[in-house]
Structures are given as structure tokens and as C-alpha cells.
């Protein structure tokens, strides 16, 4: 089985704070992405990566930056954590092929006060 | 920009009953791929359930199958059955047939089992 691990289920930062969530993946998958999810928005994407070293942007990338310097690894970054920003991360990765699901972490729930 | 819309934020089923979940999505391409993934309360997303666009057959899987109806661009999500682990989070996604392609999410129905 495909397993995506979080680094931290549960994460409390102070405002204004540099905060890295790390992602890893153990399946050699070419694809990682970073969401966000909110009640009642659902899932909204903030970064993914086809490949080492390459990112793009999602729908909501203000206020986050993303690091893949090895296929396994994702990171999202908060340069300067706000309130706004609470909430819960979900990695996930998958293979290139257009039908494969996505392979989710357990989530990090992420309380800036 | 393709959009997903989940109209339910909450439903709720006797046990053994049937519940039906809706989904719409907004899209100008043909080629897509439609999921449906389900959240317990672990947090952990599952696959329940895909359907390729260019096939006419519904997708099934056990006590799941869905309802595509490619024209009015409607994929909702039957459960047969359900049963009280079937509580969850139920969201809908989208995805082209590009490879990689990410994917879109709907705002999610959360589905109560009632004993």
C-alpha cells in the first residue's frame, strides 16, 4: 500500500512564525500536492509538483511556498504564519497516469494563534 | 476553471437504507475523470469510487455505484445498505485526462448513519 506521511498531526504556531509541514511519500510517485481544507469549502489546492524541483500554483498560493528537492519529499511553508491560515493540510501524491487516485497523508491540523 | 459543487452539506440515512449523494461539475473539456472519496473520522481519504468520462457504463464497487449523466453533467453517489462505518465526509472530485492532471474538489456532503 501507498503510504503518505505527515510530519505532525497537530501543529500550533504563533503569528508571524516560519512553519514547514513535511510530506513524504514511499511509492516513487512523480506527483505531490498540497491542500487546504475549511469547512464548507471543501478542498482547495495550494501547490503541486510534477517533478524534483518544479512546482506550480494553485488556486490559493498566497501567503505559502513549497520545497521538492527529492522525489519523495514535499514541503509546505509558511513564510509568516497568520490566523487566516488555520486550518488542515492534506499531502497527497500519485503516479503520472490521468486515472490514478490521489494517496492522502492523515492530515495536519494547523492552529495559528 | 472547472468547478465542483456538492448542493448537500448534510445528509443522513437509516441503517440499511439507501442514500444518494449529489455532485455537479462545470467543465468544457470531454476527456475527465470523476472521484468520489470518502473521509472518516481518522481524517485519513479513501477512494470509494472513479468513473471515466468517455464510458457510458456507471462505475460500481460493492455497495457503491454511481449515477453519471455526462450531458447534465451530474455524478452522484449511491449507497446500498449503508452501514454505520459508511459515516463519513463524502467528497466529489474532478480531473482531466491529462497526465498528473490535479484534482478539483466539491465542498463535501457529511453523511450520518442513524442506527
Known amino acids: 500500500d501507498v503510504k503518505v506521511t505527515q510530519s505532525s498531526r497537530y501543529l500550533v504556531k504563533r503569528t508571524g512564525e516560519k512553519v514547514f509541514l513535511e510530506c513524504v511519500q514511499d511509492?516513487?510517485?512523480?506527483?505531490m500536492f498540497w491542500y487546504r481544507q475549511d469547512p464548507g469549502l471543501g478542498l482547495r489546492l495550494i501547490y503541486f509538483s510534477y517533478d524534483v524541483k518544479m512546482k506550480e500554483k494553485g488556486d490559493i498560493p498566497e501567503g505559502y511556498s513549497v520545497s521538492r528537492e527529492k522525489k519523495e519529499r514535499f514541503s509546505l511553508i509558511l513564510e509568516s504564519a497568520s490566523t487566516n491560515q488555520t486550518s488542515m493540510y492534506l499531502c497527497a501524491s500519485r503516479l503520472t497516469e490521468s486515472n490514478s487516485p490521489l494517496h492522502f497523508g492523515n492530515g495536519t491540523r494547523l492552529t495559528v494563534t | 476553471a472547472q468547478t465542483v459543487t456538492q448542493s448537500q452539506p448534510e445528509m443522513s440515512v437509516q441503517e440499511a437504507e439507501t442514500v444518494t449523494l449529489s455532485c455537479t461539475y462545470d467543465t468544457s473539456e470531454s476527456d475527465y475523470y470523476l472521484f468520489w472519496y470518502k473521509q472518516p473520522p481518522s481524517r485519513q481519504m479513501i477512494l470509494v469510487i472513479r468513473q471515466e468520462a468517455y464510458k457510458q457504463q456507471n462505475a460500481t464497487e460493492n455497495r457503491f455505484s454511481v449515477n453519471f449523466q455526462k450531458a447534465a453533467k451530474s455524478f452522484s453517489l449511491k449507497i446500498s445498505d449503508s452501514q454505520l462505518g459508511d459515516a463519513a465526509m463524502y467528497f466529489c472530485?474532478?480531473?482531466?485526462?491529462?497526465?498528473?492532471?490535479?484534482?478539483?474538489f466539491g465542498e463535501g456532503t457529511q453523511l450520518t448513519v442513524n442506527p
Open positions: 511509492m516513487d510517485h512523480e506527483n
Open positions: 472530485a474532478y480531473g482531466l485526462e491529462t497526465s498528473g492532471s490535479r484534482l478539483t
